[in-house]
């Protein structure tokens, strides 16, 4: 839909969307895909809040059967092989040992459990839960006890980062408006719209927007977006629950994961991460203060390296640590006495004074791995609002459309990435099979987008270490909104796993000159 005028100056939008993480980006794709013109804004850079800090999973949460959560599984399981095949460069399959012993819980219930995890979500590609002797099967060899019992079954891995990004491109190709560094700082009901101001956070600029709907997807900021409409109410709707993981050298061979029972009844995972490093995490406690402030604490440190080595005869210490990334959910507040038990589903709620009043839908909760569902109702809510004040819209808009349609370079088959990054590297030979591989990972297709006519390094331009070129950094600039070396090294590549420091400030010089001269 095209944007009209408001007041001749301002640009009138059909949804406003607060927030560029998973859930805001997933709902810009939606609706822009459906037709509604759409306008994002995101006060950092996107991802850069909870969408970046999660375990990279996608999976049903075999924990949250436990809590009787399961539509919210049955739900996340049947999303883990729809988002697979949308975007099968950034997601692909794990294996997950499940060790047991006697002490914990017991063989019967994770027998009932893994079965109905199987079998509730529709699974068709992923291969199926399987018992294993640990006693002679490899993935037992690290393990520090001898467990005879253990379970193997299936998930998937995400880059959190990417499938963000991707969300957002697709959006924007679609016709919505994605705005980094842009907050919103005041939102006035002016009948059935709403008058927007916003602020560029590096200019402090600032500008007016109108829209018909306005949609609250800030998580942990929720609340606080609330309050900046209505500073007289108090809102408590969310939880924040922090959550920190630890990254440590790889400490066994093989490519399978491992989930744990703690002795406090609390999950742990390790998981092979980037080649070279093993992710470890994820803690769970209540959070007070910013959220935009958390940081891993020496209580949370002492606790993964404690689970890690009641398990694993490779010990670890908070020296080996090399990275450490913290991060809060927001999940709704259900009123659950402990963290590790609050709900991980999402709820809307619309909220419209008179019924002409322009209206706000607020996203509390959600989880990764439903982002596209929670998108999908949001936008059933969407048009049942627009049908009562506009059919011209409802009669536009094309419908459900998100389920079969690949995201940005995902356009392959599930089975297909080694072939599509092995045709790259043909055709690309001057590339190492390495870096054909990272390429593949984080851009798919379109990493011939950058690459381009290139048939050497030389042709790639200015080189900033481990395979980062002065092609892809102005391609990341130039289409994914990147802005800073964090930015590119940590929530577009993974990068910054590897750079040191004065690697990191060559980069961020260079990008500096850059802006300067071309933005």
Request: proline share 3%.
């Amino acid at each position: 839909m095209n944007n009209q005028n408001f007041n001749n100056n301002i640009d009138s939008y059909d949804i406003f969307i607060i927030g560029g993480g998973i859930n805001g980006c997933g709902i810009a794709r939606d609706a822009a895909g459906r037709g509604y013109s759409v306008y994002l804004c995101e006060a950092h850079d996107l991802a850069s809040g909870t969408s970046s800090q999660s375990t990279k999973l996608i999976h049903g949460g075999l924990r949250y059967l436990e809590y009787y959560e399961f539509r919210l599984v049955r739900e996340a399981l049947t999303e883990r092989e729809i988002l697979w095949k949308l975007a099968p460069h950034i997601i692909h399959p794990l294996r997950f040992i499940l060790p047991h012993h006697k002490d914990l819980r017991p063989a019967w219930l994770l027998r009932l459990g893994l079965f109905l995890y199987d079998h509730i979500g529709g699974r068709k590609h992923l291969p199926p839960t399987s018992t294993l002797d640990l006693s002679t099967d490899e993935t037992g060899k690290p393990l520090s006890q001898n467990y005879k019992n253990g379970f193997e079954y299936s998930d998937c891995a995400v880059d959190d980062a990417r499938l963000v990004l991707l969300n957002a491109l697709d959006a924007a190709e679609h016709g919505a408006s994605i705005n980094t560094r842009s907050k919103c700082i005041e939102m006035q009901r002016n009948g059935d719209c709403w008058l927007l101001t916003i602020e560029d956070q590096l200019t402090h600029k600032q500008s007016k927007i109108s829209a018909k709907i306005l949609i609250n997807a800030s998580g942990p900021w929720a609340d606080e977006v609330l309050s900046t409409l209505n500073p007289s109410k108090s809102s408590k709707n969310i939880r924040l629950v922090q959550g920190s993981h630890i990254i440590v050298p790889k400490i066994y061979k093989h490519d399978k994961c491992y989930i744990f029972q703690n002795k406090d009844n609390r999950i742990t995972f390790a998981i092979p991460y980037h080649d070279k490093f093993t992710l470890i995490g994820t803690t769970d406690h209540e959070y007070q203060g910013d959220p935009r402030k958390t940081h891993i604490t020496q209580e949370e440190i002492d606790y993964l390296c404690d689970a890690t080595n009641s398990y694993f005869k490779h010990k670890i210490s908070p020296d080996d640590i090399v990275s450490t990334f913290s991060g809060v959910r927001s999940l709704y507040n259900d009123g659950a006495s402990k963290a590790q038990e609050a709900t991980r589903d999402y709820v809307l709620r619309v909220d419209r004074p008179k019924n002409k009043d322009a209206p706000i839908i607020n996203i509390f909760g959600g989880k990764i791995t439903t982002y596209r569902c929670l998108a999908e109702t949001t936008l059933e809510k969407i048009e049942d609002l627009f049908e009562k004040s506009n059919d011209q819209i409802n009669d536009e808009n094309k419908g459900k459309w998100t389920k079969t349609a690949p995201l940005p370079g995902g356009n392959f088959g599930i089975d297909e990435f080694d072939k599509t990054y092995q045709q790259l590297h043909k055709d690309y030979s001057f590339l190492s099979k390495e870096e054909a591989k990272r390429y593949t990972k984080l851009y798919g297709t379109r990493a011939r987008d950058f690459l381009d006519n290139a048939s050497s390094y030389q042709d790639l331009g200015e080189s900033f270490g481990y395979g980062l070129y002065q092609h892809e950094v102005e391609y990341l600039i130039s289409t994914e909104w990147a802005i800073t070396a964090e930015d590119i090294l940590w929530r577009r590549t993974k990068l910054g796993l590897l750079y040191n420091p004065e690697q990191v400030e060559k980069l961020s010089q260079w990008i500096k000159k850059f802006r300067e001269h071309n933005i």
